[in-house]
């Protein structure tokens, strides 16, 4: 089994910062792809920004220049720092992350549990 620990969420006002964290644990043989992706209320959930193995990035156009993704691989944990924050950034962020366990032959897609972000003055 695969745990995504997921912590880092809160209250913060316009233009501030937040740093999110999520570390995943079990059996695993490798984790290739993390992530973060977004759900406001009534919207569908969205891709933030996603990091591979080997360090390349991916952002959604609304949050480049503001949030930074990166990884620690040793501590099998990926980061989302959000700076300068919008009240559109209010969602519930959600960790992702593509592996493969110790024992199976191919990669699967993980979700953590959500932690929420609010942006309100």
């Known amino acids: 089994q695969v745990q995504l620990v997921e912590s880092g969420g809160g209250l913060v006002q316009p233009g501030g910062s937040l740093r999110l964290s999520c570390a995943a644990s079990?059996?695993?043989?490798?984790?290739?792809?993390m992530g973060w992706y977004r759900q406001a209320p009534g919207k569908q959930r969205d891709l933030v920004a996603t990091?591979?193995?080997?360090?390349?990035?991916d952002y959604a156009e609304s949050v480049k220049g503001r949030f930074t993704i990166s990884r620690d691989n040793a501590k099998n944990t990926v980061y989302l720092q959000m700076n300068s924050l919008k009240l559109e950034d209010t969602a519930v962020y959600y960790c992702?992350?593509?592996?493969?366990?110790?024992?199976?032959?191919?990669?699967?897609?993980?979700w953590g549990q959500g932690t929420q972000v609010t942006v309100s003055s």
């Open positions: 990091i591979t193995s080997s360090g390349s990035t």
């Open positions: 079990g059996i695993i043989w490798g984790i290739y792809t």
């Open positions: 992702y992350t593509n592996l493969r366990l110790i024992g199976e032959h191919r990669r699967n897609d993980y």
